[in-house]
C-alpha cells in the first residue's frame, strides 16, 4: 500500500505561481510512475503531467507544457509540481498518483491516463482569479 498526501494549494491571480507537493509513504519502492492530475467542477479529470522514477522520463499535457514542471525527490519520496503563469483555466483540484507493479493500475495506459494509476491522494485545491 502507499499512502499520497498533497499540500501546496490556494489562491493565486492570474500570471503567479504555486508549487504543489505529494508526500509518498508505505510500500513506495515499488512504484515505477508518478503524476499529478486535475479536475475542474463539471469537468472529468485529467492528467496534468507524469514522471517515470526510474530514468525520469516526463510527460505533460499540452495545456500547461512550458508552464508547469513535475519533478521528484527521490530520497524523500516527494513529488512535486511547479506552476507558473498561472491561469484561471487551471482552476481544480489537484491529485497527485501513484503507480506501482501491484494490482490496480493498467501497466500499459500511458502516463498520463488514469487508468495507469492505482494509487490517489486527496487533493490540494488550487484557485486562480483573474
Known amino acids: 500500500q502507499v499512502q499520497l498526501v498533497e499540500s501546496g494549494g490556494g489562491s493565486v491571480q492570474a500570471g503567479g505561481s504555486l508549487r504543489l507537493s505529494c508526500a509518498a509513504s508505505?510500500?513506495?519502492?515499488?512504484?515505477?510512475?508518478m503524476g499529478w492530475f486535475r479536475q475542474a467542477p463539471g469537468k472529468e479529470r485529467e492528467g496534468v503531467a507524469a514522471?517515470?522514477?526510474?530514468?525520469?522520463?516526463?510527460y505533460y499535457a499540452d495545456s500547461v507544457k512550458g508552464r508547469f514542471t513535475i519533478s521528484q525527490e527521490k530520497a524523500e519520496n516527494t513529488l512535486y509540481l511547479t506552476m507558473n503563469d498561472l491561469s484561471p483555466e487551471d482552476t481544480a483540484m489537484y491529485y497527485c498518483?501513484?503507480?506501482?507493479w501491484g494490482p490496480g493500475g493498467d501497466r500499459r495506459s500511458p502516463a498520463l491516463e488514469m487508468s495507469k494509476y492505482n494509487y490517489w491522494g486527496q487533493g490540494t485545491q488550487v484557485t486562480v482569479s483573474s
Open positions: 498518483a501513484a503507480a506501482d
Open positions: 508505505g510500500y513506495t519502492y515499488n512504484t515505477y510512475c
Open positions: 514522471i517515470y522514477t526510474v530514468g525520469g522520463s516526463t
